[in-house]
């Protein structure tokens, strides 16, 4: 039998990455933690599939956090833009973690 595994939602991106320090304390206060990103390819612009995907691969360096936006800015691509994305960062040796792997490794901190 499947177990249902509920996990609370610690992780917060802030929009346009505006914390203010009173967000900061509330948001550590409630044990939140901060995830800013380093690759934007504008996704919300909706320049394209393929413009998103060039923009990511010229940005992307190793521990990248990339952050594309769902819903209506930009959310009706993310799907066929991660699966064009995936392998090609898999063919350049990338492979991809979660949030929590990366606080683990402190490479967030």
Partial sequence: PLTEVKQRIRDVRPPNGLFTPKIL???RQNRY???????????????????VVQRVMRQVRNG????LHDGVYGGEDVAEIVALLAPQLRA????????DDLWRRRVCN
């Fill in 25 to 27: 304390n509330q948001l």
């Fill in 33 to 51: 933690r901060p995830v800013m990103w380093t690759v934007v390819p504008e996704d919300w612009t909706r320049p394209g599939v393929y413009v």
């Fill in 64 to 67: 990248a956090l990339i952050v």
């Fill in 92 to 99: 350049k040796g990338y492979h991809f973690v979660t949030i």
